[in-house]
């Protein structure tokens, strides 16, 4: 994203939310790398859930993880 990211209203939103919310996290470091979540299944399930951030501060909804999470099966090998 680079510094167009900066200029993206949901990046301020999502600025703001964290402010308020009291976020103090370690702000070192590159600084331009999008993050994401990823549950990965036992054996051949493969992917059971993608979010890559589109914009910095995007949130995975937790409800999503949590199911995606609840269908991992054990690997029976």
């Given at each position: 994203m680079m510094l167009s990211g900066f200029f993206r209203i949901g990046v301020w939103q999502n600025f703001?939310?964290?402010w308020?919310?009291?976020y103090?996290?370690?702000l070192e470091g590159e600084g331009f790398t999008l993050g994401g979540v990823y549950v990965?299944?036992?054996g051949r399930q493969g992917v059971l859930l993608e979010h890559?951030?589109?914009e910095f501060g995007d949130k995975v909804s937790?409800?999503?993880v949590l199911e995606a999470a609840e269908k991992?099966?054990?690997d029976a090998s």
């Amino acid at each position: 994203m680079m510094l167009s990211g900066f200029f993206r209203i949901g990046v301020w939103q999502n600025f703001v939310r964290a402010w308020k919310s009291g976020y103090s996290g370690n702000l070192e470091g590159e600084g331009f790398t999008l993050g994401g979540v990823y549950v990965i299944g036992a054996g051949r399930q493969g992917v059971l859930l993608e979010h890559r951030e589109k914009e910095f501060g995007d949130k995975v909804s937790l409800p999503a993880v949590l199911e995606a999470a609840e269908k991992i099966k054990p690997d029976a090998s």
